[in-house]
């Protein structure tokens, strides 16, 4: 089961800057749109704890 559009509309980074996420159903991430950290999702639930995010890899576009 994919994350519900409407949820994805209102998500945001919960990081002071609460910007966008992107979703990559394949991955099953969330991905900031400003920091770049990389929130996963777990049995459909995103798991937005900024001390479980991925920081990006360098290089990455």
């Known amino acids: 089961m ?9 998500l945001a980074c919960p990081d002071t800057h609460h910007a966008p ?3 990559d159903a394949d991955a099953q991430t969330l991905t ?11 049995d459909d639930i995103p798991v937005l ?4 995010a991925r920081q990006p890899t360098e290089g990455a576009s």
């Not at 900031?32 to 777990?42: A, D, G, I, L, M």
């Open 49 to 52: 704890l900024l001390d479980e």
């Open 2 to 10: 994919a994350l519900d559009p409407q949820l994805l509309d209102i």
């Open 21 to 23: 996420l992107r979703y």
């Open 32 to 42: 900031c749109t400003e920091c770049r950290r990389v929130f996963e999702v777990r």
